[in-house]
């Protein structure tokens, strides 16, 4: 019975040790799994901030547009277009850098493709395409290369008709001013009343047209001989008063419907070369000064591949008038020129 006992003692006491052997290698293992633990929430608590702060980060960096590729200009880059080799956050050390025009993942801010933009300022939102499209830098044309900044400038060609004058003095002192060059139609018998005028007209660069004696539609358009003999006139009296040969003309009131194919084969024989207009001011007629709302009107609606030919003339009303058509061409970056004989000519 004692060694029943005993036996059933000694079973119950390995029990119990069992028992306390397995809670304390628990305990243990709880022990050395514990710490490891407690390092991963720390890593992960910490991790949350440093997001934060590199989402928020760029924004503390000056805006591009310095032109220093360091701190984001020409070159397309924001200047926090940096990465850290080995974390792969902006702000880091200098690392591979960011492709201009590329959109960078995760929280990284993105710039406009190919326009260098600065992110969206902290707590707002990033610029509207309306917005972004005016900070641009150079646009593309079309065909993968940068435009110009300004815009490609239009050829204006100033034409006066009927002088000289004492009206072509005022012309003429505008002209200067503005820095713009014109050519002057004249008729015979002025040239022979302002032979100095017809001189500071060459002299300041601008060119001469030959414009026929009479300006007369019945006298002019008479016959082919009557129109190439008045411009024959013309041309030898420019001559005498400046040593200068023109063989431009244009002919009294334009050339439709006066013009017969017989009469344009005569003068094209003799060398001369025919001028018209595509854009008429009236100033003859509207000598308010409306005639200049009315010529920047046909201006805007010109879309024609030829150049434009401004039809003016040599009047008092006109040159009262003509400041607020040359301040327009300027402020829209149109180019004046001369008439000269490589030219094609535009004819009505």
Do not use: C
Request: proline content about 6%; aromatic content about 8%; cysteine-free.
């Amino acid at each position: 019975m004692r060694s029943k006992r005993k036996r059933k003692n000694m079973g119950r006491g390995r029990a119990i040790f069992l028992f306390l052997a397995i809670i304390l290698l628990s305990f243990i293992l709880w022990i050395s799994i514990s710490p490891s633990f407690t390092r991963s929430g720390e890593k992960t608590v910490r991790s949350v901030p440093s997001m934060q702060e590199t989402a928020v980060r760029p924004d503390r960096q000056p805006a591009g547009g310095s032109g220093d590729p360091a701190k984001g200009g020409a070159s397309g880059q924001s200047g926090n277009g940096q990465k850290d080799q080995k974390t792969g956050k902006r702000g880091g050390r200098v690392g591979n850098e960011e492709q201009p025009g590329k959109k960078t993942q995760g929280l990284e801010t993105k710039t406009a493709e190919g326009t260098g933009n600065p992110p969206a300022e902290k707590g707002g939102k990033e610029n509207s395409p309306k917005e972004q499209a005016e900070n641009a830098g150079p646009k593309e044309n079309g065909k993968g290369d940068a435009a110009p900044e300004n815009p490609p400038q239009k050829t204006v060609f100033l034409t006066f008709d009927d002088g000289p004058n004492d009206s072509t003095k005022e012309i003429l002192r505008l002209l200067e001013k503005y820095d713009m060059k014109a050519t002057f139609f004249m008729v015979e018998p002025n040239m022979k009343k302002y032979p100095e005028i017809v001189k500071e007209v060459i002299r300041q660069g601008h060119r001469i047209g030959l414009h026929s004696v009479t300006h007369s539609k019945t006298q002019f358009y008479a016959s082919k001989k009557s129109v190439v003999a008045e411009m024959k006139k013309t041309q030898t009296t420019l001559e005498k008063v400046s040593g200068k040969r023109s063989r431009i003309i244009r002919t009294p009131y334009g050339s439709k419907p006066y013009m017969k194919p017989e009469y344009m084969e005569a003068v094209k024989r003799e060398g001369f070369i025919l001028w018209d207009w595509n854009v008429d001011s009236r100033d003859w007629k509207w000598t308010d000064g409306s005639f200049v709302e009315n010529t920047i009107h046909q201006i805007e609606q010109f879309h024609r591949p030829e150049p434009i030919v401004i039809l003016l003339h040599d009047r008092k009303t006109t040159a009262g008038h003509l400041e607020k058509l040359f301040i327009y061409l300027k402020e829209r970056h149109f180019q004046t020129d001369t008439i000269n004989e490589q030219l094609d000519p535009v004819q009505l």
